[in-house]
C-alpha cells in the first residue's frame, strides 16, 4: 500500500493542523503510525493507532496536544495537531505495521513509508 501525507503548512506558535494520510489501497490490516522527522535529527515516533480496536499511543512530547484517527472505510489515517509548538517543526510521515509491537513506536516495525509533508511552527 502506498501512503501520501499532506494537510502540512505554516503556522503559529498556539495553532492548529490536520495532517491527513491517504492509502491507496485498504489499510484495514494495518496498524497506523505517524513519525516525524526535524532537520539535523532522527525521525521520531509521534502516534499510532491500532488497524481495528481504535487503540492509540502518543510520544510524551504530543500527548495532549495531539490527536490521531483512522477511516478504514476512506483508507485514510488523521492526524489532528493543536497547540502547536515551535519544536513541532518536522516533516511528517505517515506509515503502516503489522507487527503487534507497533505500539512500540520503533521505526524498524512500520514499512511503506510515504512522502511526508512540511510543518512549520513559527514562533
Known amino acids: 500500500v502506498q501512503l501520501q501525507a499532506s494537510g502540512g503548512g505554516l503556522v503559529q506558535a498556539g495553532g492548529s493542523l490536520r495532517l491527513s494520510c491517504a492509502a491507496s489501497g485498504r489499510i484495514s490490516n494495518y496498524h497506523m503510525g505517524w513519525f516525524r522527522q526535524a532537520p539535523g535529527k532522527e525521525r521520531e515516533f509521534v502516534a499510532t493507532?491500532?488497524?481495528?480496536?481504535?487503540?492509540?499511543y502518543y510520544a510524551d512530547a504530543v500527548k495532549g496536544r495531539f490527536t490521531i484517527s483512522r477511516s478504514n472505510i476512506k483508507n485514510t489515517v488523521y492526524l489532528q495537531m493543536t497547540s502547536l509548538k515551535p519544536e513541532d517543526t518536522a516533516v511528517y510521515y505517515c506509515s503502516a505495521s503489522s507487527s503487534v509491537a507497533y505500539y512500540s513506536g520503533r521505526d524498524s516495525l512500520y514499512k511503506n513509508w510515504g512522502q511526508g509533508t512540511q510543518v512549520t511552527v513559527s514562533s
Open positions: 493507532i491500532h488497524r481495528s480496536d481504535g487503540s492509540t
